[in-house]
């Protein structure tokens, strides 16, 4: 039976405007690359962002991710996605100080803040984080997440009772901690993440401060050191970003651009209630790790050491001194410093 004239125009048209439509929607697309400095321990948090991103998209937004080193090293995170080798970054500022000077003020100096309440007041009210923009924007990436992190301990192979049992170990730590331990005479070195259970057991290092137990479990550094020692520093012990390309940030929608904010958002917030957690867990159950606190005439010395450190960050450039006169402000305010 033939089809009327006008049914059968009706038809092939309505079938031409879906097959237009639906390519449309595959030429809208956008797949993104996002690569973060932890391994494994966040599989699930990732997925769950980009399920959470491509429902919210309705599909237009398609996130892959990569675990640390899986495409470039962590402390390449700034330059790779200025050249747009990934999307997106989750990284820490303390990495790449030589790239982005305020990097290690914004990864936390010693003594900054006690809280992670304070730290996010620091961040978002103070103005610290407008100062940090600024500064990644000059590098050819944008700023569009902050996370906190948590507890920030030594780890070792051999019991920590004092600093001075220090001096004879080599640790891993990144540049704020190690100005801090150089001037007790303790050698330091920096090392991504995903190279410390090498590092460990082969002898490179004696130990890192690199988070807390939750993170030195997931990187199963219990098997090759088992002492868990309290520094008394900072909490959190790091503050963590995410870092895009802008010319992928200009090709998003406005409605896009929402979408995968708060999506990072979340992820970032997830990802500190994951250590949180985690960490009071691990120490719940006391197996894994051996744990000990150093002595409080040690910390102190520690953290007076780490003053000058403030004004060395400050001397770098205008913008280091602002940020560095809004940490004095707040601990003036906090009553942990007097005017």
Same mark, same amino acid.
């Given at each position: 039976?033939?089809?009327?004239?006008?049914?059968?125009?009706?038809?092939?048209?309505?079938?031409?405007?879906?097959?237009?439509?639906?390519?449309?929607?595959?030429?809208?697309?956008?797949?993104?690359?996002?690569?973060?400095?932890?391994?494994?321990?966040?599989?699930?948090?990732?997925?769950?962002?980009?399920?959470?991103?491509?429902?919210?998209?309705?599909?237009?937004?398609?996130?892959?991710?990569?675990?640390?080193?899986?495409?470039?090293?962590?402390?390449?995170?700034?330059?790779?996605?200025?050249?747009?080798?990934?999307?997106?970054?989750?990284?820490?500022?303390?990495?790449?100080?030589?790239?982005?000077?305020?990097?290690?003020?914004?990864?936390?100096?010693?003594?900054?803040?006690?809280?992670?309440?304070?730290?996010?007041?620091?961040?978002d009210r103070q103005g610290l984080d407008?100062?940090?923009?600024?500064?990644?924007?000059e590098q050819g990436v944008k700023l569009?997440?902050?996370?906190?992190?948590? #507890?920030? &301990?030594? @780890?070792?192979?051999?019991? %920590?009772?004092?600093?001075? /049992?220090?001096?004879? $170990?080599?640790?891993? +730590?990144?540049?704020?901690?190690?100005?801090?331990?150089?001037?007790?005479?303790?050698?330091?070195?920096?090392?991504?993440?995903?190279?410390?259970?090498?590092?460990?057991?082969?002898?490179?290092?004696?130990?890192?401060?690199?988070?807390?137990?939750?993170?030195?479990?997931?990187?199963?550094?219990?098997?090759?050191?088992?002492?868990?020692?309290?520094?008394?520093?900072?909490?959190?012990?790091?503050?963590?970003?995410?870092?895009?390309?802008?010319?992928?940030?200009?090709?998003?929608?406005?409605?896009?651009?929402?979408?995968?904010?708060?999506?990072?958002?979340?992820?970032?917030?997830?990802?500190?209630?994951?250590?949180?957690?985690?960490?009071?867990?691990?120490? #719940?159950? &006391?197996? @894994?790790?051996?744990?000990? %606190?150093?002595?409080?005439? /040690?910390?102190?010395? $520690?953290?007076?050491? +780490?003053?000058?450190?403030?004004?060395?960050?400050?001397?770098?450039?205008?913008?280091?001194?602002?940020?560095?006169?809004?940490?004095?402000?707040?601990?003036?305010?906090?009553?942990?410093?007097?005017?």
């Amino acid at each position: 039976m033939k089809l009327p004239t006008l049914l059968k125009s009706t038809l092939v048209t309505s079938i031409a405007v879906s097959v237009i439509a639906s390519q449309l929607a595959y030429a809208d697309t956008v797949r993104l690359r996002m690569h973060t400095f932890y391994g494994t321990e966040v599989d699930q948090i990732a997925a769950d962002l980009r399920d959470r991103v491509n429902e919210a998209s309705n599909g237009s937004i398609r996130i892959q991710s990569f675990r640390g080193g899986e495409l470039v090293d962590s402390d390449q995170f700034v330059d790779a996605v200025a050249r747009g080798t990934i999307d997106i970054a989750h990284g820490v500022g303390s990495y790449w100080p030589g790239r982005v000077s305020i990097g290690t003020i914004e990864g936390g100096l010693p003594g900054a803040w006690v809280n992670v309440e304070e730290a996010r007041d620091i961040f978002d009210r103070q103005g610290l984080d407008e100062l940090v923009a600024e500064a990644y924007a000059e590098q050819g990436v944008k700023l569009i997440g902050r996370g906190f992190g948590s #507890d920030y &301990g030594l @780890l070792t192979r051999e019991p %920590v009772t004092s600093l001075d /049992d220090l001096a004879s $170990m080599r640790l891993r +730590a990144t540049s704020s901690i190690a100005t801090v331990l150089e001037k007790f005479d303790i050698p330091t070195v920096f090392l991504p993440g995903e190279e410390l259970y090498i590092a460990l057991s082969t002898g490179v290092i004696d130990g890192a401060i690199y988070g807390g137990p939750v993170e030195y479990e997931q990187l199963k550094l219990q098997e090759v050191a088992k002492h868990y020692t309290d520094i008394n520093l900072l909490n959190p012990g790091w503050t963590e970003n995410a870092l895009i390309n802008p010319q992928t940030w200009d090709g998003l929608t406005e409605e896009q651009q929402e979408i995968l904010t708060d999506g990072i958002a979340q992820y970032l917030e997830d990802v500190h209630n994951w250590l949180e957690e985690g960490n009071q867990r691990i120490i #719940d159950e &006391g197996e @894994l790790f051996e744990f000990a %606190v150093l002595p409080e005439e /040690d910390s102190l010395r $520690m953290a007076e050491a +780490a003053l000058p450190i403030w004004q060395a960050e400050a001397e770098k450039s205008e913008r280091n001194a602002r940020a560095v006169e809004i940490l004095i402000n707040n601990a003036i305010e906090q009553g942990r410093l007097s005017e």
